[in-house]
Each structure stands twice: as structure tokens, then as C-alpha cells.
């Protein structure tokens, strides 16, 4: 537990550094820190992991972050260990599966710019967390490149079948 985390009386709550990274690339970005960096990445260890990864959803949850919904939230950008691999998550190259469509065909949405929006983020964060609640990708059936334009269609993926957790146990539903 950090100094931080002791004297606020919540041993879950995630400390974030408000200090650029990668200055010349992205100035201004934030860095989140987070507990089990040992571990990988954060869909890394989901897959080795299982139902644990529930915990660490929960912790997540229970840390008030949604502020930080601005750190291009997608599952390679959540660190959990400090590595060289993972480091290279902070240029702002994702998993394409997770990506809004605007980044791909900003044109079709009516946008100018491929520059990512608050909507790349809520996206990259709902699937996301759909993979770690059910154990599946949504639009399993698409390769990568397929979901942007299923979405731009607005054709939605099928809710899934079973979760893996029962979502009444968590906060707030």
C-alpha cells in the first residue's frame, strides 16, 4: 500500500501521475499507475487468469477513476507491468476490434478528423469490459477490420449468452 492509498483509508484506490509521457509524441497525457503491474498487461492477464480478473475489474470500479476515461482506455493501454512491451502502449495505437469507427472513416460519422474523441474512448471501454464480463470479444464472428463498419451500420453485436459474473453482485446495478 502507498502513503497515498494509507492516508485516504482505501486500499484500492489507483494513484495516477499527472505527468506527460512521451512529451514529443502526445504532450499532456496521463499516465495511470496501477497495482499489479507484475502481471501484463490487463487482458494478458485476464486470459491467464480467469475469474480474477473480476477482482481487478472490481477494484477498478470500486477506485473512483472515471475521470480517466480520457486515457485512451482499451485493454493494451491499461498497464499492469512495467515492461518495454507494455510501455509501448502510450503512442496511441490499439487493438482496431476496439477502436471507434471515426477513427477509420471519420468521413461516413461527419467528422473532419481522425483525431480520437470521447466516443473512441466510451468504446474502447464498454468492449473492453464486455470481454472481461463474458470471456468473449463482441462481433466474434468479424475480423477487426469488420466492427468499425458494423458500428458505423449500427448494427450491434448480440448481447451475450452467459457472463461470467454475476452482474448484480457489482456496485451500482
Not at 484506490?13 to 507484475?38: F, N, Q, R, T, Y
Not at 477482482?55 to 482499451?74: D, G, P, S
Not at 474523441?117 to 470479444?137: C, E, M, P, W
Request: include cysteine; charged fraction near 20%.
Amino acid at each position: 500500500m502507498t502513503d497515498e492509498q494509507e492516508a485516504s483509508g482505501h486500499d484500492m484506490k489507483i494513484s495516477a501521475l499527472e505527468e506527460p509521457v512521451a512529451d514529443g509524441v502526445l504532450p499532456g497525457m496521463l499516465c495511470m499507475v496501477i497495482p499489479w503491474m507484475k502481471n501484463g498487461s490487463l487482458r494478458a492477464y485476464v486470459g491467464k487468469m480467469d475469474d480474477v480478473g473480476f477482482k481487478r475489474v472490481r477494484e477498478l470500479e470500486v477506485a473512483n477513476i472515471t475521470w480517466l476515461l480520457r486515457v485512451w482506455l482499451n485493454c493494451t493501454r491499461i498497464l499492469s507491468e512495467g515492461t518495454s512491451y507494455n510501455y509501448g502502449s502510450h503512442h496511441g495505437c490499439g487493438v482496431a476490434r476496439r477502436t471507434a469507427p471515426e477513427i477509420f472513416n471519420p468521413e461516413v460519422l461527419g467528422m473532419k478528423s481522425t483525431r480520437t474523441t470521447f466516443h473512441n474512448d466510451i468504446n474502447s471501454f464498454a468492449r473492453t469490459f464486455v470481454k472481461l464480463y463474458t470471456g468473449q470479444l463482441s462481433y466474434l464472428h468479424l475480423s477487426d477490420f469488420q466492427v468499425p463498419m458494423q458500428v458505423v451500420q449500427y448494427e450491434r453485436p448480440t448481447r451475450p449468452v452467459r457472463f461470467l459474473l454475476d452482474l448484480k453482485q457489482l456496485p451500482g446495478l
